[in-house]
């Protein structure tokens, strides 16, 4: 109103200027015609001035009046409004002092100790004012038993204090929102959570029970499920022999994951004759607009739950990913039939494509390039250009890269980023080995380019994996990705004859990934192995590969020395060197650990630079990947290697 007011006085003052100006220019016209009129009109013009000076005065004299009256009943409504509203108000300054409190905040908290949570609320406000700049405050707090809506605006109020520190001022207003909150968190709890529960290598459990046994164990499996899904009042139906459906409210999650999901303890105390142990695989998801859309998103966990192994669960809720369980040892449950389709299938792909394009993980090692070259002769046999990206050798790799590039064929095969980035297309077939993370491949970019994705890995899945790979032999239960590209030559229907650098390299990541046979090894690595002895290989050429030289060794023997044993078993050590290939030498220094009497587990840390290397091995009932999956941060990297339970983080 005040400025409305404003403006029409300067228009007014505006448009007498002009109408001044105007009878100037008459008068001075008039006095030119006629003389005899210019000291009449200079008299007529000096009234008219002073007549529009004294109108001027008494219109700004009025309207300042009307301004002073207004200003005064607009503060004196400000006041009654900030004293009598119906929310508590405070006014403070950023470093907690209070200035002003409303009687309706002094009713509502008079049997709170609201000093502790206004000096919280200060403190965040002052470090939001630090971050953002944005004078607007809204924010939810938890005071006693309620929940409110604080919102406000804050101005600066003194420039700098005897500490040089600009401070604020702020209104704050508390809205009780505890009703609101109270009924959407009813409606959240009242939502649909869709869980799908598998019973982990049920054909392998059947073939095992004779009848009486089976119909027996099976029965006590079924009870033990029902009467979990009891305690939250859900729906389980069986949908298939191993295969259950479990719909529940969401208000019961908090409950489950309290209990770190009981079940998976309660179903491996089931007995067996054979001693053997059975395990679940759940997944339970609570995204989706509807139960069939999460359904869909619980069947993508469920893959994920499968690929890390089975015996746990995996929640996605809110776009996360969470993992409970996952303890026990894994077990071989793969079957020749799978391998055998895998084969076909990649033989189709292969021959539909224009190209293939091969990749492997950062700082490859022996089981990735081996893989690599075994998937290239595949590719080569059924006459398609085949590349091996490989941008990072690992330690372990330059005595055989060099062997490797001294051959004729191999020349041109291994190429770069860039290189393959300017080969690709949608048309080309990317296959990557040994691991399944987008962030973990030799380039990345690559998975940007085409559609056509095949991966071959052998490694627990984690949350980055693939998602849109349009083929996928991932077993978890293999012992390297060697084994995995052996079985799809062996029972490809192309014949397909292996180089003897190829077969090499392949026996040669088996090896490694099993240390020498004695870790993770099960009849199907035994028989790919066998498979690749039939090329002649020499074992003695296969160990020079891999020697370490003198320094290495040293290094290695140091940060053995230097550890420490915690609970009488773990071991743990660290190498403080900054060194771009801390993560191999840390792998390798974790793996010496686990040679040393009573040491089940061990743990490296090393430093890359700019980032923080951890590997972790185990030969007992330790997982190192659950305890290392709890440490990651925003920019870590992950990488795995079979040799036991064998994980490095970044």
């Known amino acids: 109103m005040t400025n409305k007011n404003i403006k029409l006085f300067e228009s007014i003052e505006s448009k007498t200027k002009i109408y001044l100006v105007i009878i100037a220019i008459i008068l001075i016209v008039l006095c030119v015609y006629k003389p005899i009129f210019i000291i009449p009109a200079i008299a007529v013009y000096i009234l008219i001035i002073a007549y529009t000076i004294w109108v001027y005065n008494k219109r700004k004299g009025e309207i300042s009046s009307y301004v002073e009256e207004l200003t005064i009943s607009m503060d004196s409504a400000a006041k009654n409004t900030l004293i009598n509203s119906p929310f508590p108000i405070i006014i403070l300054e950023t470093d907690g002092n209070v200035i002003w409190r409303s009687s309706k905040f002094n009713k509502e908290f008079a049997n709170v100790g609201i ?177 069939y859309e999460k359904y869909q998103s619980a069947l993508v966990a469920l893959d994920l739950a499968l690929g890390r192994g089975g015996d746990q669960v995996v929640l996605k809720e809110d776009g996360k990913y969470s993992f409970f369980g996952g303890r026990s040892q894994e077990i071989e449950k793969r079957t020749k039939v799978k391998a055998r389709v895998i084969a076909h299938a990649l033989e189709e792909l292969i021959l539909k494509s224009e190209n293939v394009i091969i990749m492997g993980h950062l700082n490859g090692d022996i089981d990735s390039i081996g893989s690599s070259l075994g998937v290239y002769r595949v590719a080569k046999t059924l006459g398609k250009d085949a590349y091996i990206v490989n941008n990072s050798l690992g330690l372990t790799l330059e005595n055989f890269i060099s062997v490797l590039e001294s051959q004729e064929e191999y020349k041109n095969v291994l190429i770069g980023k860039n290189e393959a980035l300017s080969i690709i297309n949608s048309n080309t077939l990317l296959i990557v080995v040994d691991t399944h993370k987008k962030g973990y491949t030799e380039a990345p970019e690559l998975l940007e380019k085409t559609e056509k994705i095949v991966i071959i890995d052998h490694h627990r899945m984690s949350t980055d994996f693939i ?53 993770k090894t099960g009849v199907r690595t035994f028989e790919a192995a066998a498979y690749l002895r039939k090329y002649g290989i020499d074992i003695i050429k296969i160990k020079k590969w891999f020697q370490s030289d003198l320094d290495s060794y040293n290094v290695i023997a140091d940060i053995v020395k230097n550890v420490q044993i915690v609970n009488d078993t773990v071991g743990i050590s660290q190498y403080d060197e900054k060194d771009k290939s801390a993560n191999l030498i840390c ?64």
């Open 467 to 519: 998602d849109n790979a349009i083929l996928s032999f991932h077993e978890v239960y293999a012992s390297s990705a060697a084994e995995l590209v052996t079985e799809i030559i062996e029972y490809a229907e192309t014949d397909i004859e292996l180089e003897q650098i190829e077969a090499e390299s392949l026996y040669a990541g088996i090896m490694v990934d099993t240390k020498n046979f004695t870790f």
């Open 587 to 650: 792998a390798k220094a974790a793996d010496e650990l686990l040679t040393i009497n009573n040491i089940t587990a061990s743990f490296v840390i090393g430093n890359l630079g700019d980032k923080i290397c951890i590997s972790g091995r185990s030969i007992g009932d330790i997982n190192v990947q659950v305890i290392l999956e709890k440490l990651r941060g925003r920019r870590t990297y992950y990488f795995s290697r079979s040799s036991s339970r064998r994980n490095d983080y970044g």
């Open 115 to 291: 000093n502790t949570y206004i000096d919280d609320i200060a403190k965040e406000i002052k470090m939001d004012i630090e971050r953002e700049n944005n004078p607007k405050i809204d924010k939810n707090i938890r005071i006693d038993e309620k929940t409110y809506n604080v919102l406000g605006n804050y101005v600066k109020i003194k420039q700098k204090d005897r500490k040089k520190q600009t401070k604020y001022m702020t209104i704050l207003y508390f809205i009780d929102t505890t009703e609101k909150e109270d009924l959407l968190n009813k409606f959240k709890g009242s939502q649909t959570c869709i869980g799908i529960i598998m019973i982990d290598g049920y054909d392998e459990i059947i073939q095992r029970l004779d009848a009486e046994e089976k119909t027996q164990v099976l029965a006590t499996i079924e009870k033990k499920l029902y009467q979990w899904a009891a305690k939250t009042g859900g729906l389980m139906i069986k949908t298939e022999r191993d295969t259950f459906i479990y719909a529940f409210e969401q208000k019961y999650l908090e409950q489950m994951e309290n209990d770190k999901f009981s079940i998976l303890d309660e179903i491996k105390e089931i007995k067996t004759r054979d001693k053997s142990q059975i395990t679940l695989s759940v997944a339970i998801s609570n995204e989706g607009d509807s139960n």
